[in-house]
C-alpha cells in the first residue's frame, strides 16, 4: 500500500510541477499579460494597506502587503521587453524611448516601498501612512508619465 501513495504524491508533485511551468512559460511569452496581472496584485496589495491605513492598524496587517509591493517593484523592468508596446497594454512607447527614466521611477517606487515594509515591521501607524502616500505618489508619477488613458 505504501508503493501505491508514493506513486500518487510522486504523480501529484509531476503535475504540481508541470502547472508551474506552463504559468511561467505564458508568462514567458506573453509580456503583457504578465505585467497586468503583476499590476492587479500591486493594486491589491495597495487597497489592503489603505485598508489597514484607514482603520488606523494594525501595522503587522501591512508589512506582507507591503513586502508584495517591494517584490513586484524588484521585477517590473523586466516586465517591459522590447517590442511589448504593442497589442492590448496601456504601456505608452514613451517607456521604451526614456527606459533609464522608466528604470529611475521605478527605484523610486522599490524605495519607497521598502521603507513602507520597514515602517510597517517597526509598528508605527504614522509612518506607515506617510510611507503608504509615498508609494502612491511614486505610482503616480510613473502612471502620469508612461501609461496611456
Known amino acids: 500500500m505504501r508503493i501505491h501513495w508514493n506513486r500518487v504524491g510522486l ?22 499579460k504578465a505585467r497586468q496581472e503583476l499590476y492587479k496584485a500591486n493594486g491589491g496589495a495597495m487597497r489592503a494597506i489603505k485598508a489597514a491605513v484607514d482603520a488606523n492598524g494594525p501595522a503587522s496587517a501591512v508589512a506582507p502587503e507591503a513586502a508584495k509591493l517591494v517584490n513586484t517593484f524588484k521585477t517590473v523592468t523586466a516586465h517591459f521587453p522590447a517590442g511589448s ?5 496601456k504601456a505608452s512607447a514613451e517607456i521604451w524611448k526614456n527606459k533609464a527614466d522608466f528604470e529611475k521611477l521605478n527605484a523610486d517606487a522599490l524605495a519607497a516601498a521598502t521603507k513602507l515594509e520597514t515602517d510597517a515591521k517597526a509598528g508605527d501607524m504614522t509612518l506607515v501612512a ?10 503616480g508619477a510613473c502612471h502620469d508619465k508612461y501609461r496611456l488613458k
Open 11 to 32: 504523480a501529484a508533485a509531476t503535475l504540481a510541477l508541470g502547472i508551474g511551468f506552463a504559468g511561467i512559460t505564458v508568462a514567458q511569452t506573453d509580456p503583457i
Open 85 to 89: 508596446d504593442k497589442g492590448e497594454t
Open 130 to 139: 506617510a510611507g503608504f502616500r509615498a508609494v502612491g505618489a511614486t505610482c
